[in-house]
């Protein structure tokens, strides 16, 4: 059994809370927490299930590396805290632990990371033995993987396009939503997602990786951007309310281009009602999906919808992708140590088939 330590426990960190304890090769071995009023409190509770885990949320970082498990899904935010994110992640590094983390966007694609973020990585595995895999929440497998396996479907590709249509109404994640997307600031507001040069910095890294599983080579990654703003009021149920007059939605694109032309393309359209930019593309149904469209011959469109707490599509979302990084571990964790991307790491079957209980030992 590999020890597995989930460190956060929000959006991302109870989706790993959960597929940890599915898998039959992972055992919980504890969870980390910054929140207070966490500490203590059962895994189980903490990750919605409806029953214990035995294993209690701690705060002490300190204790943890002392006794590192094998494995972390390091789901703690890396939007706003990037620096203690890679901090956190190299400590875990040089103890000799598999990390799979969504937080630094820079190592989607380690071949074109930065050095100063690289460089500390790759030190710390080369002296502690560890292992690294980043892959998105957005979600990673629709902009790499999936796409990649489509094109072997068909015979002339024109241009990839990987979708994600969103409406956050029932997306319980004000900081990422208000602040960092800019949903409810004013118009004149820069929302830094949307920054110039940031959305290149955070999927560009796909667009490449794309680009190498494909065989081509980008001339260049451009960037394109759209905002709205409300026409009336609106309350959310669990963000409260969003001004008239304010952003409502907001569509970009990351472009890779090839041959002078935009081939793969990386689009996010994001609302916070569905009333706001109705011209835009909607999602099928519900709340959101993730969509990839292969445009040439034939051409190939494939949706996917995830719902899980209750139909929730968001975190359906957040939860396919966590399942990728989580179901990776036993993989990880029998490679050599390493800086691994989506196109090292194999696609894992399920653990948990047909709602079979898989047989584990009982948690330490």
């Known amino acids: 059994m590999i020890s597995t330590l989930v460190w956060g426990t929000g959006n991302v960190g109870r989706a790993a809370i959960r597929a940890v304890d599915a ?13 207070p009023d966490k500490v203590g409190r059962d895994a189980g ?6 029953r214990t885990l035995g294993v209690v949320a701690t705060a002490d970082i300190d204790d943890i590396l002392r006794r590192p498990p094998r494995a972390v899904v390091y789901a703690a935010s890396g939007d706003i805290r990037p620096d203690d994110a890679l901090r956190d992640i190299v400590s875990l590094l040089r103890a000799g632990v598999v990390v799979v983390t969504p937080a630094l966007y820079a190592l989607y694609d380690p071949r074109h990371a930065p050095a100063e973020l690289r460089d500390p990585v790759t030190a710390a595995i080369d002296s502690g033995g560890g292992s690294l895999f980043v892959s998105g929440v957005d979600p990673g ?18 241009t990839i396009r990987c979708q ?4 956050y109404t029932t997306y319980d994640q004000p900081d990422s939503v208000r602040y960092l997307v800019g949903m409810g600031q004013p118009m004149d507001y820069v929302p830094p997602m949307t920054a110039p040069g940031v959305p290149t910095m955070v ?9 190498r599983g494909l065989g081509v ?13 409300l026409d009336t009021t609106v309350h959310t149920a669990a963000m409260g309310e969003f001004e008239a007059g304010t952003q409502g939605a907001v569509r970009f694109e990351v472009q890779g281009i090839v041959g002078g032309q935009p081939r793969l393309i990386i689009e996010h359209i994001t609302r916070i009602h569905p009333d706001c930019a109705t011209d835009w593309p909607l999602p099928p149904d519900g709340a959101g ?3 990839v469209v292969l445009e040439g011959d034939p051409r190939i469109e494939v949706t996917v919808a995830a719902e899980t707490e209750g139909g929730n599509r968001a975190a359906g979302g957040n939860a396919t992708a966590v399942a990728r990084l989580v179901n990776a571990i036993e993989w990880l964790a029998a490679a050599e140590p390493g800086l691994y991307d989506a196109l090292d790491v194999p696609l894992r079957p399920a653990p948990g088939l047909f709602g079979i209980e898989p047989r584990k030992a009982p948690h330490e």
Do not use: K
């Open 289 to 291: 999906a993730h969509r």
């Open 217 to 229: 080579e980008l001339d260049e990654i451009r960037e394109t951007l759209d905002r709205r703003a």
């Open 164 to 167: 994600e249509i969103f409406d």
């Open 141 to 158: 497998w629709g902009n790499d993987v999936l796409p990649l396996l489509l094109s072997g479907l068909g015979r002339r590709i024109d």
């Open 45 to 50: 509770h903490l990750a919605g299930l409806d």
């Open 203 to 211: 999927w560009g890294g796909q667009l490449r990786l794309l680009a």
């Open 23 to 35: 898998h039959p090769a992972l055992t919980l071995s504890g969870v980390l927490v910054h929140n």
